[in-house]
């Protein structure tokens, strides 16, 4: 079965760090992007990162740039999202999703073009 599952979500204080992950089972990654997506209540999902399959290339959406670091382990099958000096407006369901191809990105990948997403982990920011 073709699946990506997400983890390390939680509660988290304003200012604070976690760090989510996403494994893939029953494929390789290797020749995948992958992105990050998050969906607040009430919102529509947007684009917070992805990162090639190829040079290693990379982009954030601006809400996140410079606080959040996308990263990937192809022997592990797995992306992460490191988030630092997190918001409550971060609070949000957190999707990792794979798109086959992409060797380089300079933007964010549409959502249309992910073959396969996960089922999505909670992420609240909150004192």
Do not use: H
Request: charged share 15%.
């Amino acid at each position: 079965q073709l699946q990506l599952v997400e983890s390390g979500g939680g509660l988290v204080q304003p200012g604070g760090s976690l760090r989510v992950s996403c494994v893939a089972s029953g494929f390789s990654l290797d020749y995948y992007a992958l992105g990050w997506f998050r969906q607040a209540p009430g919102k529509d999902r947007e684009g917070v990162s992805c990162i090639s399959s190829g040079d290693a290339s990379t982009y954030y959406a601006d809400s996140v740039k410079g606080r959040f670091t996308i990263s990937r382990e192809n022997a592990k099958n797995t992306v992460y999202l490191q988030m630092n000096s997190l918001k409550p407006e971060d609070t949000g369901v957190y999707y990792c999703a794979a798109s086959r191809g992409w060797r380089s990105v300079a933007d964010m990948i549409p959502m249309a073009m992910f073959d396969f997403w996960g089922q999505g982990v909670q992420v609240t920011v909150s004192s």
